[in-house]
C-alpha cells in the first residue's frame, strides 16, 4: 500500500538535496508543513522555508485495472477490493518576506527546474519509494486568479511565490480476504453428465445392441420319417 507521508518525505529530501548542493547552508531548504498553526499564527519552523503544502487529494478515474479476482492456491481465487488510485496536489511556497524576498523567487526557480529534469519518480530513481508505485509522475498546473486565491487563503496568507503540481499516482491496494472462489476446471454441454462426452446416435445404438441380451436360437423342428424303400423299386 502507498503511503502519502512517506512519498512526499522522500520527494522533500530529494528536493532539499538538490537545493542545498546548488546554495549550500546547515539548515534545510524545504520543509513538509503548513504555514501556520490552528489559530492563524504563522509557523517558525517553515520562515525562510519553501514549504511543501499539501493542498488536495483527489481520486484517479482515468485508469482501471481492476480484476476482483486473484489466486490462491492451484485450483481457488481469492476475491479482493479494488485498487483505489489517487492523485495529490502540492503547493510549493517561498516563505521569504522583506530584504529575503528575492531569495524565495530564486528557489522558485531552481525548484521548477528540478521537476523539468526529474518529471517522474521510480523505485529504482528514488529508493524507498514503495514498489507498488511504478511511476510518481509531477504536472505542472496553470491557475486562475480565483484559484490560487482560494489557495492563498487555504494555506492561511494572503500571497507568497508559488508553484502547483499534480502528482500521480499513488496507489492503494489492500491485501484482505472478501471471499473465495473455485476455480473453472471445464466446460460442458447444458445436459451433460460432469466427466463424460456426449455420444454420437451411432454410437449410442451400437452401444445398445451390445448391452442387449442374446437371443436363444429357435427350437429344432422334428423332421418326418422317410419310409423305408423296397426292394426291386425305382428310387
Known sequence: MSDIQQTLELVRQRLNEALRNALPRAEDWVVLSNLVDPEGRPYEGAKDKLVMFLANIQHETMISTYTRTQPASDDRYAAVAPPLYIDVYLLFLANFYDRNYAEGLGLISRTIAFFQQNPWFTPDSLPGLAPEITKLQFEFNNLEMTELNYLMGLAGV??????????????????????????????????????TTAASPRQRSLADSAAAPATPPEAARPTAARPARRPGLPR
Open 158 to 195: 494572503k500571497y507568497l511565490p508559488s508553484v502547483y503540481y499534480k502528482v500521480r499516482l499513488l496507489p492503494f491496494a489492500s491485501d484482505a480476504l472478501l471471499a473465495e472462489v473455485p476455480g473453472v476446471s471445464g466446460l460442458r454441454t447444458p445436459g451433460e453428465p460432469d466427466g
